[in-house]
């Protein structure tokens, strides 16, 4: 008998295991393909929707988008009824009118809120179970405030102490609290946020008992006693040049108002912010310097022949924001205000305005009578200004020049005349009505108006006049105004009661160029 191996059949046997291996691993490896392939789309199916296992309130929202889970939470919240009973007496009332608030939207997003991942959606299908709970919140000073209503109109509710300003005598006072009957409402509100959520109609029992207010006469009388230890304390704000304005306690008084807070259950002490900004920023504007610009007339070489108006730097505050929070800081607290307006420089420049040329327009003659003509010619002269106001282009503020020397008056922009020199009549010195001189502003005007100054002198009186319908009136201090004269033939010297005395058709064509603000200037 022979012991050898036939190593033939071995190898035979060796290789065909081999390739039932490569089979069974080929086989793996199509079906591996297979299930990713298929897990993927799987997954993908899942996109912005509830995965496998979601439940809402305890039904099936798998699949379903966050718009579809939403409508679903806002049907069930809509039809959700409280019943409420209180001593026997119901009422039904939606949750909105407890002051639940279901946030549909925001559950929905909850409910689709994962990564997408094929792990995730296979290991929640595997798991089977999410669970997600509807967005609830709930307003315990309106519920509250909904379960004191129900209180039977012939029991007597309690009365929360209060605090408030007599704003005729000047004094802060407490109304007394008062016991009377009401409800837990504590406990009404925790029973409301437990059931609220559940999104099912459900029954609230509450029962009428002596109750005491929720606001007392101590609390009050120690929210008196803040506000009187406030009120005690010295509040002002320096000024730039040392002064200072001090806060009164009425005026303090008045910004103050004492409310309940959110819950209901304690007072608080409120500032009117608007107030105070606007108080503190008035006094900021009074201790503000607006800038004045000088203006210095030159001649064709740029030689300075007359100042007309010296130029004066301006004065900011630069603080008035931060002073409002200190005052209203203060005012909830019981130190003394220090705080100081903070300024800086605004600097003034000088104008170098070119001198008019000068233009005969006889009427300072006279005979030169002719109203119609002094018209024609203003016509002429205002086209003339348009067209070299259109190659010019001055630029600058606008202002006018009163020269009483000349009596003339010439319109600017910048250093550029506009307009003019035109002759005006001024007033009379030498019988006690000269014009004034000085830096002014438009600040009233009226296309017609009628004029006296039967006011201060009799009917009788020779100086007495009421002139009816006076044209293009433009004040610029107190009583002193431009306007036209019609009952005027000659212009170019002094004779008015103070006013500028024109022609009508240089008051209005003046009045259309000029405006509120702008800016005059009287010298001799």
């Known amino acids: 008998m022979s012991h050898l191996t036939d190593t033939t059949d071995v190898g035979r046997s060796g290789g065909g295991r081999r390739r039932v291996l490569l089979i069974v691993i080929a086989i793996l490896a199509v079906l591996a393909v297979v299930l990713t392939g298929g897990a993927f789309a799987y997954a993908k199916n899942f996109e912005g929707k509830a995965l496998p296992g979601t439940t809402v309130l305890g039904q099936d929202v798998s699949g379903k988008s966050a718009e579809e889970i939403s409508a679903l939470v806002q049907k069930k919240a809509e039809s959700t009824e409280v019943t409420v009973d209180t001593d026997g007496e ?24 994962h990564d997408g991942s094929i792990g995730e959606v296979v290991s929640s299908t595997i798991s089977g179970s999410r669970g997600v709970d509807p967005v609830v919140s709930v307003d315990e000073k309106a519920a509250a405030d909904f379960a004191t209503k129900q209180i039977p109109e012939d029991r007597t509710a309690p009365v929360d102490a209060k605090v408030s300003y007599d704003e005729d005598a000047g004094t802060w006072n407490v109304a007394t609290a008062k016991n009377g009957q009401g409800v837990e409402t504590d406990a009404f509100v925790s029973a409301l946020t437990k059931d609220a959520s559940k999104l099912e109609s459900f029954t609230l029992t509450q029962k009428v008992t002596e109750t005491a207010p929720k606001i007392s006469t101590d609390t009050a009388q120690k929210v008196k006693d803040q506000i009187t230890k406030m009120l005690d304390q010295p509040m002002s704000i320096t000024g730039p040049d040392g002064a200072t304005h001090s806060v009164s306690k009425d005026r303090r008084s008045g910004w103050l108002s004492v409310t309940t807070d959110d819950k209901g259950k304690d007072l608080k002490i409120g500032v009117d912010e608007d107030a105070v900004r606007e108080w503190v920023s008035a006094r900021a504007d009074e201790d503000s310097v607006e800038k004045k610009d000088g203006i210095e007339q030159v001649d064709t070489d740029g030689k300075v022949v007359k100042t007309i108006a010296e130029k004066t730097d301006g004065v900011e505050i630069t603080n008035t924001d931060a002073v409002t929070e200190k005052l209203v800081a203060a005012m909830t607290g019981t130190s003394p205000l220090e705080a100081s307006f903070e300024t800086k420089k605004v600097e003034a420049e000088m104008t170098k305005a070119k001198a008019p040329e000068s233009k005969d327009d006889e009427d300072s003659d006279s005979k030169d009578d002719d109203t119609s003509k002094d018209d024609e010619k203003s016509k002429d002269d205002d086209k003339s200004k348009d067209d070299d106001a259109s190659s010019d282009k001055p630029t600058g503020e606008k202002w006018i020049d009163v020269n009483l020397s000349n009596k003339t008056v010439t319109a600017y922009q910048g250093d550029t005349p506009v307009w003019g020199p035109r002759s005006i009549v001024d007033g009379d010195g030498a019988n006690g009505h000269g014009t004034v001189t000085g830096s002014y502003k438009i600040y009233l005007r009226y296309d017609k108006q009628d004029m006296t100054n039967g006011a201060y002198k009799d009917q009788q009186d ?45 008051a209005k064509w003046l009045y259309d160029w000029a405006s509120i603000g702008t800016r005059v200037e009287v010298h001799r």
């Open 90 to 113: 119901t009422t039904t009332a939606s949750l909105a009118d407890l002051g639940v608030d279901v946030d549909a939207k925001k559950t929905g997003e909850q409910a689709v809120a």
């Open 462 to 506: 020779p100086e007495y006049y009421n002139t009816k319908d006076v044209p293009w009136v433009q004040y610029w201090y107190r009583g002193y105004a431009f306007h036209g004269a019609p009952w005027r033939s000659s212009f170019g010297y002094s004779g008015s009661h103070g006013c500028i005395n024109m022609r009508v058709s240089d």
